[in-house]
């Protein structure tokens, strides 16, 4: 079975630039998380959906958005982007929103701001 | 609040040494879930074990195995008889149990670990 696939594999925007990232879930799993993953550091939760609904926030500024499709597949949006935003963008997906089930990552997107 | 600490940045040791990575946790909840991650250089995280707050029985799976103490609010992780493979950066998350609040995942800092043959 195919895991949880992300696009694009890397990314070079300019400051003040929008960036879109998008996640694909594994098959059957309705929640998808995104997390922000500084150089050094371990990842930051910023959003997780269920069923097209925001189920949870971390602690980010309104540039950052997400939404999830019928399809559960989902998208991550940082608008006016800045040299701070540069990390490794990870996509997760469960089955159910419970801590008792784990989360599943995919590759992660590369995102570099100059 | 929640919180996972890593107290150790960075180990080293020789391949075939036993190894043992750290995580110490904070939480109100009394139901909770703790998670080991590992994350090579390719970057993904790939999940390696999954403990509720009710069931402090030990692990052993392979070479790994994990030591749960509540009383110390301690979940470590040790690789026996290390190999060059298991060169990577370990997490240990905390994720409550609550439905409601979702499944987000709180990190420690990681752990690098480097096997030297």
């Known amino acids: 079975d195919a895991g949880v696939t992300q696009s694009p594999t890397h990314l070079i925007k300019t400051r003040g630039q929008h960036v879109t990232l998008r996640c694909s879930p594994i098959s059957g799993h309705k929640s ?39 399809n559960y597949s989902s998208e991550l949006n940082v608008n006016a982007l800045l040299l701070g935003d540069s990390a490794l963008y990870l996509c997760a ?22 | 609040a929640q919180k996972v600490t890593q107290a ?45 707050s009710f069931d402090e029985q030990n692990e052993i799976s392979g070479r790994y195995s994990w030591n749960f103490q509540k009383s110390t609010s301690s979940f470590n992780f040790t690789i026996t008889a ?18 409601e609040y979702g499944n987000k995942l709180v990190f420690g800092a990681g752990t690098i670990l480097r096997v030297k043959s």
């Open chain 2, 8 to 52: 150790q940045t960075e180990i080293s040791v020789v391949e075939k040494e036993d190894v043992t990575l750290d995580c110490v946790y904070e939480t109100r909840d009394t139901t909770y879930y703790l998670f080991w991650y590992k994350q090579p250089p390719s970057g993904e995280l790939v999940f390696l074990i999954r403990r509720n």
């Open chain 1, 93 to 114: 997906s469960s089955l159910e929103v419970s801590g008792a089930y784990e989360q599943y990552f995919g590759p992660g997107t590369r995102l570099t701001v100059t």
């Open chain 1, 32 to 70: 998808v998380s995104w997390y922000q993953q500084v150089l050094g550091q371990g990842p930051q939760f910023i959003f997780q959906y269920y069923e097209k609904e925001e189920r949870g926030r971390g602690n980010f500024p309104d540039r950052f958005s997400a939404r999830q499709f019928p």
């Open chain 2, 82 to 99: 290390s190999q060059v493979v298991d060169s990577a950066v370990y997490f240990c998350a905390l994720s409550e149990a609550r439905r």
